[in-house]
Protein backbone atom coordinates (compact mmCIF):
# COMPACT_ATOMS: atom_id res chain seq x y z
CA UNK A 1 0.00 0.00 0.00
CA UNK A 2 1.29 3.68 -0.94
CA UNK A 3 2.26 5.73 1.85
CA UNK A 4 1.82 9.18 2.01
CA UNK A 5 4.69 10.91 0.61
CA UNK A 6 5.92 13.56 3.15
CA UNK A 7 6.32 17.19 2.15
CA UNK A 8 10.11 16.98 1.19
CA UNK A 9 11.61 20.61 1.39
CA UNK A 10 14.36 22.26 -1.38
CA UNK A 11 16.24 25.03 0.49
CA UNK A 12 17.21 27.66 -2.55
CA UNK A 13 19.18 30.25 -1.09
CA UNK A 14 22.65 32.19 -2.92
CA UNK A 15 23.55 33.12 0.57
CA UNK A 16 24.81 30.07 2.52
CA UNK A 17 22.84 28.72 5.60
CA UNK A 18 25.26 29.89 8.18
CA UNK A 19 25.08 33.52 6.83
CA UNK A 20 21.64 33.83 6.92
CA UNK A 21 19.60 35.76 10.20
CA UNK A 22 17.92 33.51 12.40
CA UNK A 23 15.06 34.98 12.75
CA UNK A 24 14.71 35.41 8.68
CA UNK A 25 11.76 33.86 7.98
CA UNK A 26 11.60 32.20 4.79
CA UNK A 27 9.25 33.02 1.88
CA UNK A 28 7.68 29.06 1.59
CA UNK A 29 6.21 27.93 -1.49
CA UNK A 30 4.71 24.70 -1.46
CA UNK A 31 3.91 22.67 -5.17
CA UNK A 32 1.25 19.90 -4.54
CA UNK A 33 0.28 17.48 -6.97
CA UNK A 34 0.31 13.78 -8.68
CA UNK A 35 3.70 12.83 -7.73
CA UNK A 36 4.11 9.29 -8.66
CA UNK A 37 0.47 8.13 -10.25
CA UNK A 38 -1.00 8.30 -13.96
CA UNK A 39 -0.22 12.33 -14.03
CA UNK A 40 3.22 12.99 -12.82
CA UNK A 41 4.57 12.65 -16.04
CA UNK A 42 2.28 15.68 -17.28
CA UNK A 43 3.33 17.75 -13.67
CA UNK A 44 5.30 15.35 -10.89
CA UNK A 45 8.33 15.70 -10.32
CA UNK A 46 9.48 17.92 -13.22
CA UNK A 47 6.86 20.46 -11.64
CA UNK A 48 9.37 20.70 -8.71
CA UNK A 49 12.06 20.82 -11.03
CA UNK A 50 11.01 23.81 -13.15
CA UNK A 51 9.85 26.15 -10.11
CA UNK A 52 13.65 25.35 -9.05
CA UNK A 53 14.68 26.65 -11.98
CA UNK A 54 12.10 29.77 -11.67
CA UNK A 55 13.45 30.53 -7.72
CA UNK A 56 17.03 30.35 -8.32
CA UNK A 57 16.63 32.39 -11.78
CA UNK A 58 15.10 35.05 -9.55
CA UNK A 59 17.50 34.84 -7.12
CA UNK A 60 16.88 32.15 -4.37
CA UNK A 61 16.37 35.29 -2.43
CA UNK A 62 12.78 37.78 -2.00
CA UNK A 63 12.39 40.58 0.13
CA UNK A 64 15.62 39.83 2.07
CA UNK A 65 14.42 36.51 3.42
CA UNK A 66 15.38 32.70 2.00
CA UNK A 67 13.38 31.43 -1.09
CA UNK A 68 11.99 27.69 0.48
CA UNK A 69 10.12 25.09 -1.49
CA UNK A 70 8.38 22.59 -0.26
CA UNK A 71 6.24 19.48 -2.33
CA UNK A 72 3.58 16.52 -1.37
CA UNK A 73 1.94 14.07 -3.51
CA UNK A 74 -1.72 14.20 -3.41
CA UNK A 75 -2.56 10.77 -4.80
CA UNK A 76 -4.95 12.39 -6.73
CA UNK A 77 -7.52 11.86 -3.56
CA UNK A 78 -9.03 15.33 -1.86
CA UNK A 79 -8.97 14.25 1.64
CA UNK A 80 -5.35 13.47 1.89
CA UNK A 81 -4.89 16.88 -0.21
CA UNK A 82 -6.88 18.83 1.54
CA UNK A 83 -4.84 17.48 4.83
CA UNK A 84 -1.15 18.45 3.41
CA UNK A 85 -2.73 21.96 2.33
CA UNK A 86 -3.93 22.42 5.50
CA UNK A 87 -0.75 21.69 7.68
CA UNK A 88 1.12 23.39 4.69
CA UNK A 89 -0.86 26.81 6.26
CA UNK A 90 -1.62 26.30 9.42
CA UNK A 91 2.19 24.94 10.85
CA UNK A 92 4.40 25.14 8.10
CA UNK A 93 3.80 29.08 6.83
CA UNK A 94 3.48 28.16 3.32
CA UNK A 95 2.51 31.32 1.38
CA UNK A 96 1.16 29.94 -1.95
CA UNK A 97 -0.01 26.09 -3.33
CA UNK A 98 1.00 25.56 -6.77
CA UNK A 99 -0.02 23.30 -9.56
CA UNK A 100 -2.07 21.10 -8.23
CA UNK A 101 -2.57 18.91 -11.27
CA UNK A 102 -6.20 17.36 -10.47
CA UNK A 103 -9.40 19.20 -10.94
CA UNK A 104 -11.51 17.42 -7.79
CA UNK A 105 -8.41 18.48 -5.75
CA UNK A 106 -8.44 22.12 -6.65
CA UNK A 107 -12.05 22.47 -6.45
CA UNK A 108 -11.93 21.26 -3.06
CA UNK A 109 -8.69 23.80 -1.86
CA UNK A 110 -10.78 26.57 -3.28
CA UNK A 111 -12.50 27.54 -0.02
CA UNK A 112 -9.69 25.90 2.29
CA UNK A 113 -6.84 29.04 0.58
CA UNK A 114 -9.86 31.48 0.42
CA UNK A 115 -10.96 31.00 3.91
CA UNK A 116 -7.14 30.95 5.55
CA UNK A 117 -6.31 34.05 3.25
CA UNK A 118 -3.71 32.37 0.94
CA UNK A 119 -3.07 32.16 -2.56
CA UNK A 120 -3.65 28.89 -4.83
CA UNK A 121 -1.99 28.92 -8.31
CA UNK A 122 -3.26 26.33 -10.80
CA UNK A 123 -1.16 25.04 -13.46
CA UNK A 124 -1.93 21.33 -14.13
CA UNK A 125 -6.33 21.18 -13.31
CA UNK A 126 -7.90 22.33 -16.23
CA UNK A 127 -11.43 22.01 -14.92
CA UNK A 128 -13.18 25.70 -16.09
CA UNK A 129 -15.39 25.48 -13.01
CA UNK A 130 -12.06 26.72 -10.82
CA UNK A 131 -12.41 30.47 -12.52
CA UNK A 132 -16.00 30.21 -13.86
CA UNK A 133 -18.97 29.57 -11.45
CA UNK A 134 -16.58 28.26 -8.43
CA UNK A 135 -14.03 31.03 -8.90
CA UNK A 136 -12.24 32.92 -5.81
CA UNK A 137 -10.44 35.67 -5.57
CA UNK A 138 -7.42 33.51 -3.62
CA UNK A 139 -7.57 31.12 -6.57
CA UNK A 140 -5.58 31.18 -10.17
CA UNK A 141 -5.67 29.23 -13.18
CA UNK A 142 -1.96 29.71 -15.05
CA UNK A 143 -1.52 27.42 -18.39
CA UNK A 144 -5.27 26.49 -19.75
CA UNK A 145 -8.64 24.87 -18.51
CA UNK A 146 -10.95 22.74 -20.09
CA UNK A 147 -12.90 25.66 -21.78
CA UNK A 148 -9.87 27.24 -23.58
CA UNK A 149 -8.41 23.61 -25.05
CA UNK A 150 -12.37 22.89 -26.24
CA UNK A 151 -13.00 26.23 -27.84
CA UNK A 152 -9.71 25.96 -29.76
CA UNK A 153 -9.57 22.93 -31.13
CA UNK A 154 -13.23 22.36 -31.74
CA UNK A 155 -13.42 25.33 -33.71
CA UNK A 156 -10.21 24.61 -35.99
CA UNK A 157 -12.04 21.20 -36.95
CA UNK A 158 -15.38 22.39 -37.81
CA UNK A 159 -13.32 24.66 -40.40
CA UNK A 160 -12.03 21.38 -41.70
CA UNK A 161 -15.45 19.64 -41.70
CA UNK A 162 -15.11 17.74 -38.64
CA UNK A 163 -18.65 18.88 -37.71
CA UNK A 164 -20.15 15.30 -35.97
CA UNK A 165 -18.10 14.40 -32.74
CA UNK A 166 -18.41 11.77 -30.37
CA UNK A 167 -17.34 11.91 -27.35
CA UNK A 168 -15.00 9.20 -25.14
CA UNK A 169 -15.49 10.92 -21.95
CA UNK A 170 -13.60 10.65 -18.78
CA UNK A 171 -16.37 9.79 -15.98
CA UNK A 172 -14.90 12.48 -13.25
CA UNK A 173 -15.31 16.64 -12.63
CA UNK A 174 -12.35 16.79 -15.28
CA UNK A 175 -13.68 14.92 -18.23
CA UNK A 176 -17.05 16.22 -18.14
CA UNK A 177 -16.27 19.52 -18.18
CA UNK A 178 -14.61 18.85 -21.71
CA UNK A 179 -17.18 17.31 -22.84
CA UNK A 180 -19.79 20.34 -21.69
CA UNK A 181 -17.29 22.90 -22.55
CA UNK A 182 -16.65 21.41 -26.09
CA UNK A 183 -20.21 20.63 -27.25
CA UNK A 184 -21.37 24.08 -26.53
CA UNK A 185 -18.92 25.69 -28.71
CA UNK A 186 -19.19 22.69 -31.30
CA UNK A 187 -23.48 23.10 -31.32
CA UNK A 188 -22.77 27.03 -31.25
CA UNK A 189 -20.46 26.95 -34.51
CA UNK A 190 -23.52 24.25 -36.25
CA UNK A 191 -21.75 20.68 -35.41
CA UNK A 192 -23.36 18.00 -33.74
CA UNK A 193 -22.54 15.39 -30.90
CA UNK A 194 -22.75 12.42 -32.38
CA UNK A 195 -22.75 10.60 -29.38
CA UNK A 196 -20.87 9.76 -26.18
CA UNK A 197 -19.74 7.13 -23.58
CA UNK A 198 -18.19 7.80 -20.37
CA UNK A 199 -15.48 5.62 -18.72
CA UNK A 200 -14.10 5.05 -15.28
CA UNK A 201 -10.64 6.46 -14.30
CA UNK A 202 -7.54 4.54 -15.46
CA UNK A 203 -9.11 2.04 -18.25
CA UNK A 204 -6.87 -0.43 -19.77
CA UNK A 205 -9.89 -1.80 -22.21
CA UNK A 206 -11.37 0.76 -24.35
CA UNK A 207 -13.03 -1.44 -26.94
CA UNK A 208 -16.37 -1.48 -26.07
CA UNK A 209 -16.43 2.24 -25.97
CA UNK A 210 -14.41 2.75 -29.20
CA UNK A 211 -17.00 0.18 -31.10
CA UNK A 212 -19.35 2.62 -30.00
CA UNK A 213 -17.69 5.50 -31.63
CA UNK A 214 -17.15 3.72 -34.82
CA UNK A 215 -21.08 2.66 -35.13
CA UNK A 216 -21.87 6.32 -35.29
CA UNK A 217 -21.72 8.98 -37.84
CA UNK A 218 -19.05 11.10 -36.46
CA UNK A 219 -16.22 12.33 -38.19
CA UNK A 220 -14.29 13.14 -35.26
CA UNK A 221 -13.00 11.22 -32.14
CA UNK A 222 -13.23 13.94 -29.22
CA UNK A 223 -11.05 12.13 -26.53
CA UNK A 224 -11.89 13.91 -23.23
CA UNK A 225 -9.74 12.71 -21.18
CA UNK A 226 -5.92 13.03 -19.87
CA UNK A 227 -3.05 11.15 -18.97
CA UNK A 228 -2.99 7.40 -20.02
CA UNK A 229 -6.22 7.21 -20.52
CA UNK A 230 -5.63 9.43 -23.22
CA UNK A 231 -2.96 7.31 -25.17
CA UNK A 232 -4.35 3.63 -24.24
CA UNK A 233 -7.59 5.14 -26.06
CA UNK A 234 -5.77 6.78 -28.86
CA UNK A 235 -4.06 3.80 -29.65
CA UNK A 236 -6.78 1.54 -29.43
CA UNK A 237 -8.39 3.56 -32.00
CA UNK A 238 -5.86 3.25 -34.60
CA UNK A 239 -5.35 -0.70 -33.57
CA UNK A 240 -9.40 -0.75 -33.99
CA UNK A 241 -8.55 1.19 -37.70
CA UNK A 242 -10.95 4.23 -36.45
CA UNK A 243 -7.85 6.59 -37.16
CA UNK A 244 -4.84 6.81 -39.35
CA UNK A 245 -4.17 8.54 -42.63
CA UNK A 246 -6.33 6.04 -44.49
CA UNK A 247 -9.78 6.55 -42.16
CA UNK A 248 -11.92 9.58 -42.50
CA UNK A 249 -12.27 10.05 -38.67
CA UNK A 250 -10.16 12.15 -37.33
CA UNK A 251 -8.81 12.51 -33.67
CA UNK A 252 -9.54 15.51 -31.01
CA UNK A 253 -7.22 15.25 -28.55
CA UNK A 254 -8.87 17.73 -26.11
CA UNK A 255 -5.60 17.40 -23.30
CA UNK A 256 -2.74 15.71 -25.41
CA UNK A 257 0.66 16.82 -23.25
CA UNK A 258 4.26 16.21 -25.27
CA UNK A 259 4.70 13.13 -22.93
CA UNK A 260 1.73 11.44 -24.28
CA UNK A 261 2.93 12.16 -27.87
CA UNK A 262 5.81 10.41 -26.67
CA UNK A 263 4.33 7.61 -25.22
CA UNK A 264 2.08 6.93 -28.03
CA UNK A 265 4.67 7.09 -31.05
CA UNK A 266 4.39 9.49 -34.23
CA UNK A 267 2.59 7.03 -36.22
CA UNK A 268 -0.16 6.32 -33.78
CA UNK A 269 -0.28 10.35 -33.83
CA UNK A 270 -1.60 10.51 -37.30
CA UNK A 271 -4.96 12.58 -37.99
CA UNK A 272 -4.67 14.26 -34.50
CA UNK A 273 -4.96 17.56 -33.73
CA UNK A 274 -4.84 18.98 -30.56
CA UNK A 275 -4.43 22.46 -29.00
CA UNK A 276 -1.37 23.70 -26.28
CA UNK A 277 -1.02 26.80 -24.38
CA UNK A 278 2.87 26.00 -25.33
CA UNK A 279 4.90 23.65 -27.69
CA UNK A 280 8.79 23.91 -27.05
CA UNK A 281 9.80 23.93 -31.07
CA UNK A 282 6.70 27.16 -31.65
CA UNK A 283 9.52 29.77 -31.59
CA UNK A 284 13.16 30.49 -29.78
CA UNK A 285 12.34 31.20 -26.39
CA UNK A 286 10.88 28.41 -25.96
CA UNK A 287 13.36 26.52 -27.95
CA UNK A 288 15.35 28.04 -25.52
CA UNK A 289 13.36 27.16 -22.68
CA UNK A 290 12.98 23.99 -23.97
CA UNK A 291 16.76 23.19 -24.32
CA UNK A 292 16.93 24.26 -19.86
CA UNK A 293 14.29 22.12 -19.05
CA UNK A 294 15.82 18.90 -21.14
CA UNK A 295 19.32 19.29 -20.12
CA UNK A 296 17.83 18.95 -16.41
CA UNK A 297 14.69 16.30 -17.17
CA UNK A 298 15.75 14.64 -20.24
CA UNK A 299 12.86 15.61 -21.95
CA UNK A 300 11.23 18.46 -23.39
CA UNK A 301 8.32 20.19 -21.10
CA UNK A 302 4.64 19.77 -21.40
CA UNK A 303 2.86 23.08 -21.43
CA UNK A 304 1.24 22.82 -17.65
CA UNK A 305 5.37 22.65 -16.39
CA UNK A 306 6.21 25.42 -18.90
CA UNK A 307 3.24 27.25 -17.35
CA UNK A 308 4.59 26.29 -13.67
CA UNK A 309 8.22 28.19 -14.27
CA UNK A 310 5.83 31.03 -15.09
CA UNK A 311 3.55 31.16 -12.56
CA UNK A 312 6.18 30.99 -10.23
CA UNK A 313 8.21 33.58 -11.51
CA UNK A 314 5.19 35.88 -12.13
CA UNK A 315 4.52 34.99 -8.06
CA UNK A 316 8.16 35.89 -7.28
CA UNK A 317 7.82 39.35 -8.92
CA UNK A 318 4.51 39.93 -7.43
CA UNK A 319 5.75 39.77 -3.99
CA UNK A 320 8.62 41.81 -4.91
CA UNK A 321 6.90 44.62 -6.10
CA UNK A 322 3.91 44.37 -3.00
CA UNK A 323 7.33 44.88 -0.90
CA UNK A 324 5.63 42.59 1.74
CA UNK A 325 4.16 39.12 2.22
CA UNK A 326 0.47 40.72 3.26
CA UNK A 327 -1.63 38.45 0.99
CA UNK A 328 -3.99 41.35 -0.17
CA UNK A 329 -1.42 43.38 -1.32
CA UNK A 330 0.47 39.79 -3.13
CA UNK A 331 -2.98 39.64 -4.37
CA UNK A 332 -3.65 43.00 -6.02
CA UNK A 333 -0.12 43.10 -7.66
CA UNK A 334 -0.28 39.36 -8.92
CA UNK A 335 -3.44 40.55 -10.85
CA UNK A 336 -2.39 43.55 -11.95
CA UNK A 337 1.20 43.04 -13.32
CA UNK A 338 1.31 42.31 -17.17
CA UNK A 339 2.89 38.59 -18.00
CA UNK A 340 5.59 38.59 -20.71
CA UNK A 341 7.75 35.82 -21.02
CA UNK A 342 8.59 32.86 -23.14
CA UNK A 343 5.32 31.23 -22.16
CA UNK A 344 3.15 34.10 -22.14
CA UNK A 345 3.38 37.05 -24.69
CA UNK A 346 1.26 40.16 -23.32
CA UNK A 347 -0.92 37.96 -20.72
CA UNK A 348 -2.65 39.27 -17.97
CA UNK A 349 -4.54 38.27 -15.01
CA UNK A 350 -8.37 38.55 -15.39
CA UNK A 351 -11.08 39.39 -12.79
CA UNK A 352 -11.90 35.62 -12.60
CA UNK A 353 -8.82 34.60 -12.11
CA UNK A 354 -7.92 33.24 -15.33
CA UNK A 355 -4.60 33.80 -16.98
CA UNK A 356 -5.50 35.41 -20.46
CA UNK A 357 -2.69 34.25 -22.88
CA UNK A 358 -2.81 32.83 -26.56
CA UNK A 359 -3.18 29.19 -27.68
CA UNK A 360 -1.69 27.16 -30.59
CA UNK A 361 -3.23 24.73 -32.89
CA UNK A 362 -1.07 21.85 -33.33
CA UNK A 363 -1.41 19.19 -36.22
CA UNK A 364 0.73 15.56 -35.93
CA UNK A 365 3.40 15.53 -38.41
CA UNK A 366 3.76 12.85 -40.51
CA UNK A 367 6.77 10.20 -40.17
CA UNK A 368 8.86 11.51 -42.76
CA UNK A 369 8.49 15.19 -42.14
CA UNK A 370 9.52 15.05 -38.47
CA UNK A 371 13.25 16.09 -37.93
CA UNK A 372 14.55 15.44 -34.38
CA UNK A 373 12.89 12.90 -31.67
CA UNK A 374 10.49 15.59 -29.99
CA UNK A 375 9.61 16.93 -33.21
CA UNK A 376 5.76 16.09 -33.27
CA UNK A 377 3.74 18.49 -34.27
CA UNK A 378 3.40 21.38 -36.75
CA UNK A 379 1.72 24.86 -35.51
CA UNK A 380 -1.26 25.38 -37.99
CA UNK A 381 -2.69 28.30 -35.71
CA UNK A 382 -2.75 30.77 -33.30
CA UNK A 383 -6.28 31.41 -31.22
CA UNK A 384 -5.49 34.78 -29.57
CA UNK A 385 -6.31 34.82 -26.16
CA UNK A 386 -9.31 36.98 -25.82
CA UNK A 387 -11.17 34.00 -28.64
CA UNK A 388 -10.08 31.53 -26.51
CA UNK A 389 -11.22 32.37 -23.12
CA UNK A 390 -14.92 32.48 -22.01
CA UNK A 391 -16.54 35.55 -23.18
CA UNK A 392 -17.21 37.78 -20.28
CA UNK A 393 -20.89 37.88 -21.05
CA UNK A 394 -20.86 34.26 -20.70
CA UNK A 395 -18.81 34.36 -17.83
CA UNK A 396 -20.81 32.97 -14.31
CA UNK A 397 -17.89 34.08 -11.87
CA UNK A 398 -19.10 36.27 -9.82
CA UNK A 399 -15.67 38.58 -9.92
CA UNK A 400 -16.13 39.31 -13.45
CA UNK A 401 -16.89 42.78 -15.33
CA UNK A 402 -19.27 41.89 -18.09
CA UNK A 403 -18.17 44.90 -19.82
Not at 75 to 85: E, L, M, R, V, Y
Not at 323 to 343: E, H, I, Q, W, Y
Not at 374 to 386: I, S
Request: proline share 3%; aromatic share 10%.
Amino acid sequence: MRSVLAASMVFLSLASAHAQAPASKPVKLGVLNDQSGQYADAAGPAAVEVAKMAIADFGGKLLGRPIELVFADHQNKTDIASGIARRWIDTEGVDVILDIGNSAVALALADLVRDKNKMMIVSSAGASAITNEKCSPNTFQWTYNTYTLARSTAKALMGQGGNEWYFLTADYAFGQAFESDASAVLKEAGGKVAGSVRHPFNTSDFSSFLLQAQNSSANVLALANAGGDTTNSLMQAHEFGLLGQKSKMRVAALLFQITDAKSVGLPNLQGLYTSEAFYWNRNDASRAFGKRFFEKVGRMPTMVQAGMYSATMHYLKAVEAAGTLDNAAVLAKFRSMPVNDFFSEKGYVREDGMHIHDYYLLRAKTVEQSKTPWDFYDVVATVPAEDANIPRDQSKCSLMKKS
